[in-house]
Every structure is written in C-alpha cells, then in structure tokens.
C-alpha cells in the first residue's frame, strides 16, 4: 500500500511543473493608448447656410470641419515569457479607428519588448469659426472603446488582455477565457 501511494505521489510530483508551465505560466501584454497629434481642418461651408439673403456672412457662416485624432497602440510585453501569435480585436466590430497599423501575427513579443502601431480616428463636425471643435485628448466616442487583445505561451495555450478606456483606474484586464462580444 505505501509502494502505490509513494508512486502517486512520485508521479503528481514529476507532473506538477508541466503542468503549471502549460496551463498557469502566462505573458503579460498590456496596451496603451496614447494621443500623439490632432488636425482641425476647414473644409468649406455648409450646406446649412441660410442663402435667403444671396450672401452669407463670413463671421456667421457654417463651416464644415475634419477632425482627425493621431494616436500610438504600444503593446507591452511585461514578463518574462514571450506571447506569440498576438492578434487585436475590437468589440463588436465597432469602427473606432479609422486608419491602423496592422500587427503581424507571426511576430512574436519578446520579454520587455514593445509594439507601436499608429491609428487615427475622423470625425466632421459643422459649427462656425468661433465654436470651432477644439482636439485636447481624446474623442467622446473612445469612452466605449474596448480593445480585446489575444495571444499564445509556448505551449500554444491562449491568453488575453482586455483593455477598457473608461475603466481609468485598471485599463488592462488579464483574461483566461475570451471575453464575449469580439468576433473572430
């Protein structure tokens, strides 16, 4: 009876730390988002002008503006362990980036390395001179931007880091499941 339970026990101890690499030893990415620049670009008058008169008052005239926000995604490896096959999601598939660099899939993140991808995001706004949309920070819309990003150890075993901007407190969540409501 002791020769079988010291077999057991031999066994669960030879298979405790491959188990624990396979299923428990995980990469930690986190994404950050940060404004770089903005651009407030008048693009002509508005179709809401009152013509009535056969002119338009150039103080008082509706003009239409492009506004474009350019900001950096860094994806941060902060562990030892290297993430591969990293991929992002969006929820929803909600279009909140009008413009983003694409994240190669086969290039692995390496222990304490980096990944910058530029985005921007445009809107069009119509206001007169004076009330002309100002670019401090962020758009109102990023208020429900949530960035699902998923990848592997090297055990092939998926991971993901969901960052939620309104959360100001925790942006990075570290998930073992894959959080509902990101299509594949």
Same mark, same amino acid.
Request: glycine residues 4%; charged residues 25%; aromatic residues 12%.
């Given at each position: 009876?002791?020769?079988?339970? &010291?077999?057991?026990?031999?066994?669960?101890?030879?298979?405790?730390?491959?188990?624990?690499? $396979?299923?428990?030893? @995980?990469?930690?990415?986190?994404?950050?988002?940060?404004?770089?620049?903005?651009?407030?670009?008048?693009?002509?008058? %508005?179709?809401?002008? =009152?013509?009535?008169?056969?002119?338009?008052?150039? #103080?008082?005239?509706?003009?239409?503006? &492009?506004?474009?926000?350019?900001?950096?995604?860094?994806?941060?490896?902060? %562990? #030892?362990?290297?993430?591969?096959?990293?991929?992002?999601?969006?929820?929803? =598939?909600?279009?909140?980036?009008?413009?983003? =660099?694409?994240?190669?899939?086969?290039? %692995?993140?390496?222990?304490? %390395?980096?990944?910058?991808?530029?985005?921007?995001?445009?809107?069009?706004?119509?206001?007169?001179? #004076?009330?002309?949309?100002?670019?401090?920070?962020?758009?109102?819309?990023?208020? #429900?931007?949530?960035?699902?990003?998923?990848? $592997?150890?090297?055990? $092939?075993? @998926?991971?993901?880091?969901?960052? =939620?901007?309104?959360?100001?407190?925790?942006?990075?969540?570290?998930?073992?499941? @894959?959080?509902?409501?990101?299509?594949?």
């Amino acid at each position: 009876m002791i020769g079988i339970i &010291s077999i057991i026990v031999a066994i669960v101890i030879a298979i405790a730390p491959w188990i624990k690499k $396979k299923f428990f030893t @995980r990469p930690e990415l986190t994404i950050e988002l940060v404004f770089d620049s903005g651009l407030n670009a008048n693009l002509g008058l %508005s179709y809401k002008n =009152d013509l009535s008169l056969g002119y338009i008052e150039g #103080d008082k005239a509706i003009h239409v503006w &492009s506004l474009t926000w350019k900001m950096k995604l860094i994806i941060r490896n902060n %562990s #030892d362990i290297t993430a591969h096959y990293p991929e992002i999601f969006l929820k929803n =598939d909600a279009l909140y980036f009008t413009k983003i =660099d694409s994240l190669n899939k086969l290039k %692995s993140i390496t222990n304490t %390395s980096e990944i910058v991808l530029n985005c921007e995001y445009q809107k069009y706004s119509e206001s007169t001179p #004076d009330e002309r949309p100002e670019l401090g920070g962020f758009p109102q819309e990023f208020e #429900d931007l949530k960035i699902l990003l998923q990848y $592997k150890n090297s055990a $092939k075993m @998926r991971f993901y880091t969901l960052f =939620d901007f309104a959360d100001k407190k925790e942006h990075n969540k570290f998930k073992g499941i @894959r959080p509902k409501g990101f299509k594949k």
